[in-house]
């Protein structure tokens, strides 16, 4: 089971959020885009207003542009919203950050990870270390540090916002703790949300509905599934669904929700023409034990 959405399969959307000026400037943006197709269809003798929506345009758009690669104002990230990726040469130790949602140990993701907290620490002869710098990644996870000393050894500490764990070190990225001599560009260290996990292949559930009423054991709705599961690579009828639950067990059910952690998952009954209700009538809650080799429907008492 997963959340399927907004990511699973373990990829995840790089989605930039934008501050209140900078969404202003582009909404000003697509509407001079709007009017100026519009007035394509205008008549000649408009050509006034064509120019008109053509110098707003050229005005706001460009404004948009400078404000989305300069505000910083009103930016949450801590630093920069724009980072280029890690120029490389002569003292620079940098970067990108990056999501392991499947928890593989590859760099097999899409986008990087924001507003993660970088700590360069310049390693003594004593064996401490001292804080020389400190930055946030940017939008796409890049982040670097200029102005170090060639062939000294750096320590780098990565601390992820709140919510996020350290993914697993592994075959293209280190953990969050690393140490590196400058000059050195090609550092990566991965965060996720545990709860955002998905494997390749997840399973997905769905309710189905069953005319009649699924009560009297004699009835030919009683028996037929309502609650079903089946991996998300299924395809035709070549793999068959897993059953979970009857018709006589819950009836008409259609809300879903799932505990990962004691592997429940819950159903909540649902009122339809022609579709018999459950046990419970029309405010079952029903629960399904799914780490069972037999998935168990059991009446859910809040």
């Known amino acids: 089971m997963c959340r399927y959405l907004p990511f699973c399969g373990g990829k995840?959307?790089?989605?930039?959020?934008?501050?209140?000026?900078?969404?202003?400037?582009?909404?000003?943006?697509?509407l001079a885009l709007s009017l100026l197709s519009l007035s394509s269809f205008a008549p000649v003798q408009d050509s006034f207003f064509k120019e008109t929506i053509k110098d707003f345009h050229?005005?706001?758009?460009?404004?948009?542009?400078?404000?989305?690669?300069?505000?910083?104002?009103?930016?949450?990230?801590?630093?920069?919203?724009?980072?280029?990726?890690?120029?490389?040469?002569?003292?620079?130790?940098?970067g990108r950050v990056i999501g392991d949602y499947n928890y593989n140990g590859l760099n097999d993701q899409i986008g990087g990870v924001r507003n993660v907290q970088v700590f360069l620490s310049v390693c003594n002869p004593d064996g401490t270390t001292t804080l020389v710098a400190n930055t946030n990644s940017d939008w796409d996870?890049?982040?670097?540090?200029?102005?170090?000393?060639?062939?000294?050894?750096?320590?780098?500490?990565?601390?992820?916002?709140?919510?996020?764990?350290?993914g697993f070190g592994g075959k293209d990225f280190g953990t969050d703790v690393q140490f590196i001599t400058a000059p050195?560009?090609?550092?990566?260290?991965?965060?996720?949300?545990?709860?955002?996990y998905c494997n390749d292949d997840p399973t997905?559930?769905?309710?189905?509905?069953?005319?009649?009423?699924?009560?009297?054991?004699?009835?030919?709705?009683?028996?037929?599934?309502?609650?079903?599961?089946?991996?998300?690579?299924?395809?035709?009828?070549?793999?068959?669904?897993?059953k979970y639950t009857t018709a006589g067990e819950a009836g008409s059910v259609y809300g879903l929700a799932y505990d990962r952690f004691s592997k429940t998952l819950y159903t909540s009954a649902f009122l339809k023409r022609h579709?018999?209700?459950?046990?419970?009538?029309?405010?079952?809650?029903?629960?399904?034990?799914?780490n069972n080799p037999m998935p168990v429907t059991a009446p859910l008492w809040m």
């Open 141 to 166: 996870g890049n982040f670097y540090f200029s102005g170090l000393s060639d062939g000294t050894k750096y320590r780098v500490d990565f601390v992820a916002p709140n919510g996020m764990y350290p």
């Open 184 to 196: 050195f560009c090609d550092m990566v260290a991965s965060f996720a949300y545990p709860e955002d």
């Open 58 to 94: 050229k005005v706001v758009f460009h404004k948009a542009l400078k404000t989305l690669n300069t505000s910083t104002t009103e930016t949450t990230l801590g630093q920069e919203a724009f980072m280029a990726p890690c120029p490389g040469g002569s003292g620079v130790i940098g």
């Open 12 to 30: 995840k959307n790089s989605i930039p959020q934008f501050n209140q000026t900078q969404r202003n400037f582009i909404a000003g943006s697509f």
């Open 275 to 290: 579709v018999g209700m459950g046990p419970l009538g029309i405010g079952g809650l029903y629960k399904v034990t799914t």
């Open 204 to 242: 997905l559930t769905a309710t189905c509905f069953v005319n009649g009423d699924p009560l009297p054991t004699n009835s030919m709705a009683n028996m037929v599934d309502v609650l079903v599961a089946f991996p998300h690579s299924s395809s035709g009828q070549t793999t068959m669904p897993t």
